[in-house]
């Protein structure tokens, strides 16, 4: 009997401590509003603490306030996916004030009917990472949208991963055509993408194309007439080769069957003018956050302006303000330490005492830098279906080094010398590297 006594003590003990695990678990906001990690992607977590330290295991320096930034780091298709998510997990660990953090918090590739903006939402202590916005509306709204949500924000800092259009369109061959098909894209197998571009490439002309030849100084990046032409060359490529294939029609077994460079066209059709249609996206929304900036810089003049009224409310209301980094997601792949690095000098404060956010020393940042390029090399040996699709390890050097493979290249070749796309790629490369240098011709 003393025996069942001390058993039935012993488990009513583990009962009651299991259950006090989980009621903390439930009750802490923290842990209710995080988004779930991804073991697999998140290795960065295997190789350091949950919060970084230093090795005298000091905390970086958190410059308090009572409402502190909000964090939005926006990419597209085959722009960063897990990056993003690691660079999140480094904001995390670093910034002990934020709260929160959302992936998708609002729709990717919606906007509201009338404004042609998502309706953001943001709140300050909290971190974003979205996919594929949709920033066709004015200018105006969507800075409205961006720092009046709620009105006691300090401000947004903005991450804004880009990429070179040509290695997002092979990057995005490469990965749809892989065998077995990558988990979460059966859609492929029963998507007929011609029927899809033309459902939607008339929509996404007037979307895109009033910021692409509406823009005071703005050089055409392509033209109306280019939208019926890019459909033709998928119908093309589709429906002339759609006997030949005996286990069905679907988009998948395209790219499975047709020469890479055939199967490279077809599937820049779909990035560009599909359901999709990233690679513009990212155009628009490099322009749409340029016109911010501009207009951030007249915010005593926008403080007058009616669809912003708001701002008029008070002198703090001067202090808010959209801070964008642009960043190239082929940086990360080359030099993931360098590009690291980057990102941590943006996210850190520096001589502004008032300014939100952390300090991290210089020595804090190489070692934070140094872990996430391990991680990342780790990946490409590894064989990382998101990456070695693209890339190869240099292993002729003694320094660890990531290079373009060379099928990669050959495929680029035939992309640039594409009539069409040559000419429609070629233009928004130079805005993504006259972004990524600070210069704009474009505006």
Not at 235 to 253: A, C, E, I, K
Not at 365 to 384: L, N, P, S, W
């Amino acid at each position: 009997m003393a025996r069942k006594k001390v058993r039935l003590c012993l488990l009513a003990a583990i009962g009651l401590t299991f259950l006090g695990v989980l009621l903390r678990h439930v009750n802490d906001p923290k842990r209710l509003h995080h988004v779930r990690h991804d073991d697999n992607l998140n290795l960065l977590h295997r190789n350091s603490s949950r919060r970084l330290s230093t090795p005298q295991q000091q905390q970086p320096q958190l410059l308090h306030s009572s409402e502190g930034y909000t964090y939005l780091i926006i990419h597209y298709h085959k722009s960063g996916h897990i990056l993003t998510q690691n660079l999140r997990d480094i904001l995390l660990q670093i910034d002990p004030s934020t709260q929160r953090n959302y992936i998708d918090r609002f729709p990717r590739r919606q906007h509201d009917p009338h404004t042609k903006c998502p309706h953001l939402t943001l709140h300050p202590n909290t971190i974003y990472v979205q996919s594929s916005p949709d920033f066709f509306c004015d200018v105006n709204v969507l800075a409205e949208e961006l720092l009046s949500r709620p009105t006691k924000q300090r401000g947004v800092k903005l991450i804004h991963l880009v990429r070179n259009p040509f290695k997002m369109a092979i990057s995005n061959y490469k990965y749809h055509s892989q065998d077995p098909l990558p988990e979460g894209e059966n859609w492929m197998k029963r998507t007929n993408p011609c029927a899809v571009i033309d459902k939607s490439a008339a929509v996404y002309a007037q979307l895109v194309m009033k910021t692409l030849t509406t823009t005071p100084g703005a050089y055409r990046l392509m033209e109306y007439d280019d939208f019926p032409i890019i459909q033709s060359m998928c119908h093309r490529l589709y429906n002339n080769n759609n006997q030949q294939f005996f286990h069905g029609p679907g988009f998948y077994m395209h790219l499975l069957n047709l020469p890479p460079t055939e199967g490279l066209i077809l599937a820049t059709t779909y990035l560009l003018l599909g359901h999709g249609g990233d690679i513009l996206r990212m155009a628009n929304n490099i322009i749409k956050l340029r016109q911010l900036q501009l207009l951030e810089q007249k915010i005593i003049h926008l403080r007058q302006h009616s669809s912003l009224r708001q701002f008029r409310k008070s002198e703090e209301s001067k202090k808010r303000k959209v801070q964008v980094l642009t960043m190239s997601m082929d940086h990360f792949i080359l030099h993931p330490k360098a590009a690291t690095i980057q990102f941590l000098d943006y996210i850190s404060s520096k001589d502004d005492d008032h300014d939100g956010g952390v300090r991290l020393s210089s020595q804090e940042k190489e070692e934070i830098a140094t872990r996430y390029e391990q991680m990342y090399y780790e990946k490409v040996t590894a064989g990382d279906e998101h990456i070695t699709s693209l890339l190869s390890k240099n292993s002729d050097e003694e320094d660890s080094t990531v290079v373009m493979s060379e099928s990669s290249m050959k495929l680029e070749t035939s992309l640039r010398e594409n009539v069409i796309f040559g000419r429609i790629l070629g233009n928004i490369e130079n805005l993504v590297e006259e972004s990524l240098r600070g210069v704009h011709n474009w505006y």
